[in-house]
């Protein structure tokens, strides 16, 4: 019998990632490309779908001429991508506008606008409080760039502009997967549809939004042309694919109530599993988010750029003398990583508000980066440690906020991946913080790997995607357990910290944009 492959293409914000994987989870080959990211002026951060396209195309064939496996035994491919962000096609599933980026907050004034009208019916029907995500942005389109709305037929991510052109979809087939739709602004999450109450009361027209599909779902086969751009066989199904988070949580193998999953990358993400939707209204913090396995919820939260905070302290206050003779970058982190280590828990009482680039969760896009309580004795080690530690306290807002919403759940573990993940000490920093046993794992792909998974699925060849995403997710060593004494000493800082957020929010909700 001819052995057979499966493909995932991670399309991030600033990178796509292809993988060919075996049904077990092997990784044969894989292949990255940069993708360009558009600063036409201040404030505005774009990108377009068709580079999306091209580097998946670019990836996915070098990863074919990596392995030397032949494209027929390729079984099917499905793709996740960004999430906040939002793309749109027109009639011809052409791209109608270029792709409003997450980093992008032009849209402020409908989210305040979304907050201030239906701020409770959103939280409560999306399971995300107004946020910089697509409902404002769909909106912002439709009320500052008329022409531009008016080309729109469907409003879509970046994996099914990729997986729909590659099928030669029409519009009227354009889709998003369920892990979606809590970004959307306008869905009735739990009941899987758009909100027809909510369409309505802010004017958006329900044609432009796509079908909500299973992640699963088999949308269409590669085309002809799509064959000659990926080198794949024309007729190899491809899946609907989902949002990255809901990938890397699925290829990670947190697929069980009471796991949490941390992406330690250019977003800081901390998701974590829940077998009931929950939506939190107090505080606009959490979004719910459904977990690509049916009657499963990831409640999330993020920083927007938690991890570049780091790469900007290295780059602004870290490097600045070393000139030609600098180390490798991984040596200067790891050098930095020691410093930070003999630096006592809470930093000596220096506080990082880690939100540079404008605060997510909840909302306060004009909210900016704040040190607090340093003084002459403050060294460069202490504020890296404030930065490693402002992440560790902001998860603690997050689970505090669940804990509330859900008080019966229990926390079992942490599984932490990224770049982040890499640092003994930040995961350590996290577990004393959080009180939470955190575990890397061998693998160190997962949004391919979950998006494979999720192609296995689609042509049937395995049923239990829970069972194959905890086979395949081996951990990498004992877990990192919170240390009982530390985590006493940073449980009251957890708390100070909350209050210096809610108090910088404050502040810069008040402040002149």
Request: charged residues 20%; glycine residues 10%; aromatic residues 10%.
């Amino acid at each position: 019998m001819t052995k057979k492959y499966l493909i995932g293409v991670d399309l991030g914000t600033s990178a796509t990632k292809a993988a060919l994987y075996d049904p077990h989870g092997a990784l044969v080959a894989e292949a990255s490309q940069e993708v360009p990211i558009y600063y036409p002026k201040p404030g505005v951060v774009e990108q377009e779908n068709d580079d999306f396209y091209t580097s998946a195309a670019q990836t996915v064939r070098a990863c074919l001429q990596q392995s030397g496996v032949d494209p027929r035994q390729v079984a099917a491919i499905a793709f996740d991508s960004q999430m906040a962000g939002v793309g749109s096609i027109d009639e011809h599933y052409r791209p109608a506008a270029r792709f409003d980026s997450w980093l992008d907050m032009r849209c402020q004034p409908y989210i305040e606008q979304m907050r201030r009208e239906a701020g409770e019916l959103v939280t409560r029907l999306t399971g995300c409080a107004p946020t910089c995500d697509h409902g404002p942005k769909m909106l912002w389109l439709k009320h500052e760039r008329p022409q531009e709305y008016g080309r729109v037929a469907r409003f879509l991510m970046p994996s099914a502009y990729v997986a729909g052109r590659m099928a030669g979809l029409k519009a009227d087939q354009a889709f998003m997967d369920y892990t979606f739709i809590h970004f959307s602004g306008f869905s009735d999450a739990q009941n899987l549809r758009w909100s027809e109450e909510l369409c309505r009361r802010f004017g958006l027209e329900m044609d432009k939004l796509p079908r909500i599909v299973a992640p699963w779902e088999v949308i269409g086969e590669v085309q002809a042309e799509a064959s000659a751009d990926f080198g794949l066989a024309q007729g190899t199904p491809i899946a609907a694919g989902c949002g990255d988070t809901a990938a890397c949580a699925l290829g990670a193998g947190v697929v069980h109530p009471g796991m949490v999953y941390d992406t330690a990358g250019t977003a800081a993400v901390l998701a974590a599993t829940t077998d009931r939707f929950v939506a939190d209204v107090q505080h606009g913090a959490l979004l719910c988010m459904h977990s690509v396995l049916p009657g499963l919820y990831h409640p999330l939260a993020y920083i927007a750029g938690g991890g570049i905070a780091l790469r900007w302290f290295r780059d602004q206050f870290y490097n600045t003398h070393r000139g030609e003779s600098q180390p490798l970058e991984n040596d200067l982190y790891a050098e930095m990583i020691a410093a930070a280590e003999r630096v006592p828990p809470g930093a000596e009482g220096l506080f990082f508000s880690p939100h540079l680039g404008g605060r997510i969760c909840p909302a306060a896009p004009a909210m900016r980066g704040a040190w607090i309580g340093f003084s002459w004795g403050h060294t460069q080690a202490h504020f890296f440690r404030a930065i490693l530690e402002s992440v560790a306290y902001e998860y603690a807002y997050y689970l505090d906020i669940l804990r509330q919403l859900l008080p019966d759940l229990r926390f079992a573990e942490a599984r932490a991946v990224g770049g982040g993940a890499r640092s003994n000490t930040w995961n350590q920093i996290k577990a004393d913080v959080l009180g939470i046993p955190y575990q890397r794992l061998k693998r160190s792909e997962f949004g391919t790997w979950g998006s494979a998974l999720i192609a296995g699925k689609a042509v049937g060849m395995f049923d239990d995607l829970a069972e194959q995403a905890s086979r395949a997710s081996a951990p990498d060593g004992d877990p990192l357990l919170p240390d009982g004494g530390r985590h006493a000493v940073y449980q009251p800082l957890a708390r100070q910290y909350i209050v210096m957020q809610q108090t910088l929010h404050g502040y810069f909700s008040g402040a002149p944009e």
